[in-house]
């Protein structure tokens, strides 16, 4: 009976931690206690996507294992970066990360400002990063970000791929990080305004119209 009691014991462990990996933390601890989870409404967030320029190439050049290493690194590093700002991290998939800002856990017009400012520490974090198997050469990422209205979330909504209900807003984000250029912050338009009206230093320069592809 204990042994079979430690392999419950185990397997509770492992459901609890894929739930918290899929799911917010507020979302996943209401589904444990058996909370009804109703949909939510969020007026404005702001999305970060970020992969890495060059992710084919570098796969091409090395071993799976090797390529495991890099994203779990490279990962490793961003989830250390993002605990110190009000963010949630969305998913990865392989060399694209997703973070998000103003929900689960909205925060007025912080969502900009906070997305931002991990941004900026991602950016700088990368400059120093080497992979163990080619540290000559440079890790460079690409950075997207976009402020928009998602759509609402709740019971049959949260969950992977939790960002691609949020049409419009994501896609955007997504097309930004696409069409910008490597250690650069790809900012769009109402991203800017908002961070502007935070008065907190952030300088923009202007790269003028761009197609979303």
């Not at 090797?66 to 991290?89: C, M, P, Q, R």
């Not at 925060?107 to 900009?112: E, K, L, M, S, V």
């Not at 931002?116 to 198997?133: C, E, P, Q, Y």
């Not at 961070?195 to 907190?200: F, G, N, P, V, Y």
């Amino acid at each position: 009976i204990r042994e079979r009691t430690e392999e419950l014991e185990i397997e509770k462990q492992k459901t609890d931690k894929l739930l918290t990996q899929m799911l917010p933390p507020s979302v996943a601890e209401a589904l444990k206690m058996g909370t009804p989870v109703e949909p939510e409404y969020f007026e404005e967030v702001t999305l970060y996507f970020s992969d890495i320029v060059g992710f084919t190439t570098i796969s091409a050049m090395s071993e799976p294992i090797e390529v495991v290493d890099l994203l779990n690194d490279l990962y490793t590093l961003f989830d250390a970066i993002i605990g110190s700002h009000d963010v949630y991290k969305v998913e990865t998939i392989g060399d694209a990360y997703m973070v998000a800002s103003g929900l689960p856990k909205r925060n007025g017009n912080r969502h900009a400002g906070e997305i931002a400012n991990m941004s900026l520490d991602i950016l700088s974090s990368v400059g120093t990063f080497k992979m163990r198997h080619m540290p000559e050469v440079p890790v460079r990422i690409r950075i997207g970000l976009h402020s928009g209205r998602p759509r609402p979330r709740g019971p049959g909504t949260w969950g992977h791929p939790w960002g691609h209900g949020h049409g419009d807003t994501v896609n955007t984000a997504s097309r930004m990080e696409s069409t910008g250029l490597p250690y650069r912050i790809h900012v769009n338009q109402r991203t800017v305004a908002i961070l502007l009206s935070l008065q907190e230093g952030f300088k923009v320069d202007i790269r003028g119209k761009t197609e979303l592809k």
